[in-house]
């Protein structure tokens, strides 16, 4: 049999190994794609810390998946050899799952995890579902440019396309980092009055440069009073893990706004119940999205000219990619390049 070279984790919050497996053959309503670019997310760690219950291993993560069909399997059509095609984290279907078979998408969170049920693109082939699969635009230019916008590029465009927002109406974005810098070019395409919300004047140049209209400092600044003064904010997309940060924001929402959430905290967020009562407003999350999504993402981004910003690392220093990733230190996306 074939051989290639994958990176898995063998059990629960072990370290992460370069290994040879076998090539996987398709199987029934699948095709095996060779990875061109994979991203390096923070929800791997999912997979690599055991989150979930259930989860098999040894497992491969990775879904942030760009790549070429090299193999189809019986059952599938309107897909060709050779055509280039991504695969985000609603991947994974499990045929016995009754919330999977009704397309309950949010319901069944382990079996959709591409990376968690099944193997992910931290190798040189995988094998997906068909109905997984966001095709790639012609013109999308380097899989490995894109690869980021099958997670964090949908997560946040998909959040504000379904936010209720208007073009010209105020729409903060809390953080610039790896998803934040994303959200804040969406929103600014989108036609939004756009504020990006970070620590540090030394932000603001990128966030302008990004497409934001008005730069809050976190720090000097307070920012609930600050999107006050510009009338409130209708929406105000959280992409940071800070709980204490969210709840401060909640103060500078527009009556009926929404603190859209993104991020997910280790803590509870804290708000006064009468600042969502007094103007009617609301927290609520989101949970990325599924493979047409990707695909309106990736079409978006071409027409538009939304870009990840990322950190390249070639197959062989796959390891080191995750740890770059896991220290918060990148600058903002991590992508693995199988060259």
Known sequence: ??????????????????????????????????????????????????????????????????????????????????????????GGYDGRCDACRRGQLFACRLHLATGVSSDGGYADYMVARQEALALVPEGIGSPAEAAPLLCAGVTTFNALRNSGARPGDVVAVQGVGGLGHLAVQYAAKMGFA?????????????????????????????????????????????????????????????????????????????????????????????????????????AFGLRTGVASMNEFFPFERAVEAYRRMMSGKARFRVVLTMG
């Not at 979930?52 to 070429?68: A, K, L, N, S």
């Not at 000097?220 to 992409?239: C, F, M, N, R, Y």
């Open 1 to 90: 049999m074939a051989k290639m070279r994958a990176v898995q984790v063998s059990r629960p919050k072990a370290a992460l190994e370069v290994v040879e497996r076998e090539v996987p053959q398709p199987g029934p309503g699948t095709v095996r794609i060779k990875v061109e670019a994979c991203g390096v997310c923070h929800s791997d760690s999912v997979t690599v810390d055991g989150v979930f219950p259930g989860i098999e291993y040894p497992r491969v993560p990775g879904h942030e998946v760009i790549g070429t069909i090299d193999a189809l399997g019986p059952g599938v059509s309107d897909l060709a050899l050779g055509q280039r095609v991504g695969v985000g984290w609603n």
């Open 194 to 298: 756009t504020v990006a919300i970070a620590r540090g004047r030394d932000k603001e140049e990128l966030a302008r440069k990004l497409g934001a209209w008005r730069y809050v400092d976190g720090v000097d600044q307070d920012p609930a009073a600050e999107l006050t003064k510009l009338g409130g904010a209708k929406v105000i997309l959280s992409t940071v893990v800070d709980a204490k940060a969210m709840g401060e924001v909640v103060g500078g929402l527009a009556t009926e706004g929404k603190l859209l959430v993104v991020g997910i905290p280790t803590k509870p967020i804290e708000v006064m119940a009468a600042d969502l009562c007094l103007a009617r407003t609301s927290i609520v999350g989101w949970y990325c999205g599924t493979s047409i999504d990707s695909q309106d993402t990736l």
